[in-house]
């Protein structure tokens, strides 16, 4: 199992412009998450969804907007980037909710919005 | 108010000696908790998690959690500090967003563990 993997690793983007990162998981996860990295921050939610064909927005969803129309896939697009959204991203995926699920971890998009 | 709270931003240790990172969690919240750690340029790989099976909960790399309801905390510790331990530590809570919603894991802010020779 390759677990979850995420496309691009790395992405430097200009103001304005847009781009789609995509999360892939191969252990039949119902919930998937998109989380942004910053320095002192930890990891902030910025959309999740329980199924196929949902998702809801976590703490910080401005500027982004995501779409699951697969199970094994979550697309997580900025349409006009602004040099705020210069992070790193991770996906997640977990089987369930509550305290028996772990979450699993992509590696990380590392993006730079100049 | 913050869910779950890491103290120390950043916990320094010489190899061979205890390692303690901090997490109190909200008590208006079900203890649904979590260790994660990140190595460089990696993603969070689970540590440990609560079950309420046991209050004390062993992990991997020699690293155990205690749950204390009353003190609202699940500290991370090792009883010896290997070079290899350095890495960015996250305790995490799943919380219901909304009425009725999903438990939805949220992060503490991280304490990087820095290993001294």
């Known amino acids: 199992n390759a677990g979850v993997t995420q496309t691009p690793k790395f992405r430097v983007l200009k103001t304005g412009q847009s781009m789609t990162l995509l999360c892939a998981q191969d252990?039949?996860?119902?919930?998937m998450y998109w989380y942004r990295q910053d320095p002192g921050m930890g990891l902030r939610l910025i959309h999740y969804s329980v199924g196929e064909g949902t998702t809801a927005k976590g703490e910080v969803p401005d500027g982004y907007n995501v779409s699951r129309l697969k199970k094994q896939n979550f697309l997580l697009g900025l349409e006009s980037a602004a040099p705020s959204q210069t992070s790193v991203y991770f996906c997640?995926?977990?089987?369930?909710?509550?305290?028996?699920?772990?979450?699993?971890f992509g590696p990380g998009t590392r993006l730079t919005v100049t | 108010a913050q869910s779950v709270t890491q103290l120390g931003s950043h916990v320094s240790v010489s190899e061979g000696a205890l390692v303690l990172l901090r997490c109190n969690y909200s008590?208006?919240?079900?203890?649904?908790l979590f260790w994660y750690v990140q190595y460089p340029n990696q993603g969070l790989q689970l540590l440990l998690k609560y079950t309420s099976a046991a209050t004390l909960v062993k992990g991997i790399n020699g690293f155990e959690a205690e749950f204390k309801k009353s003190e609202t905390s699940f500290h991370l510790t090792k009883p010896s500090a290997h070079m290899s331990d350095a890495a960015e530590y996250f305790c995490a809570v799943s919380v219901r967003v909304s009425s009725g919603g999903s438990y939805i894991p949220t992060f503490g802010r991280g304490t990087s563990l820095i290993v001294h020779p």
């Open positions: 252990m039949n996860h119902e919930y």
């Open positions: 997640a995926s977990s089987l369930g909710q509550g305290y028996s699920y772990e979450q699993y």
């Open positions: 008590s208006s919240v079900p203890p649904y």
